[in-house]
Each structure stands twice: as C-alpha cells, then as structure tokens.
C-alpha cells in the first residue's frame, strides 16, 4: 500500500503562487511515476502534471503552460507541485496521486490517490 498526503492549497489573488505537497509513504519503492491532477464540481479531473519517481520525466497538461512545476524532495518521499503566476480557473481541488508501473495523462492509470487539498485564485 501506498499513502498520498496533499497540504499547501489555500487562498491566493491571481498571478500570485502557491506550493503543493504530496507526502509519500508506505511501499514507496514500488513507486513508478506520480501525477497531479485536478477538479472543479461537475468535471471530470483534468491532468495537470506527472513525473517518473526519479524525477527524470516530466510532463504537464497544455494549460500550464510553463507555470508549474513538478519535483520530488528524495529525502522526505514528497512530491511538490509549485504554481506561479495562478489564474481564477486554477481554483480546483488539487489532488496527487501514484502509479505502480506508469506516468500517464489519464486517471484511470493511477493506483493510489490523496484526500485532495483545495486551491482557490481569487481575481
């Protein structure tokens, strides 16, 4: 079992940032890639960012155009996702998550998931 712990969302006004969290635990060593994804009510969760557990690919969905950025602090097994420039449709529930064999774009691919924190971007 893998546990996903997100913190770091909260209230910010446009083109301010904010650092998410995702704290990794349990068999993190059969960790294969982590994603970021998010989702607004009535939506299906949108792809934002994933990376393999080394660090070594990244890839972010179309809208984040360069804004955010994925990294993984290897001596805390914590994934981070920092958010510049933030725009009012970033306000989302942000949520992490893990796979055991892929980094993927689709949801369905991942194998564990966190509670979700919530990010707000007021105008």
């Known amino acids: 079992q893998v546990q996903l712990v997100e913190s770091g969302g909260g209230l910010v006004q446009a083109g301010g940032s904010l650092r998410l969290s995702c704290a990794v635990s349990?068999?993190?060593?059969?960790?294969?890639?982590m994603g970021w994804f998010r989702q607004t009510p009535g939506k299906e969760r949108e792809f934002v960012g994933t990376?393999?557990?080394?660090?070594?690919?990244?890839h972010y969905g179309d809208f984040v155009m360069g804004r955010f950025t994925m990294s993984r602090d290897q001596t805390k097994d914590t994934v981070y996702l920092q958010m510049n420039n933030l725009k009012p449709d970033d306000t989302a529930v942000y949520y992490c998550?893990?796979?055991?064999?892929?980094?993927?774009?689709?949801?369905?691919?991942?194998?564990?998931w966190g509670q979700g924190t919530q990010v707000t971007v007021s105008s």
């Open positions: 998550a893990a796979s055991l064999s892929v980094i993927s774009t689709n949801a369905r691919r991942y194998d564990y």
């Open positions: 349990g068999r993190t060593f059969s960790v294969y890639g």
């Open positions: 990376m393999t557990w080394s660090g070594g690919i990244t």
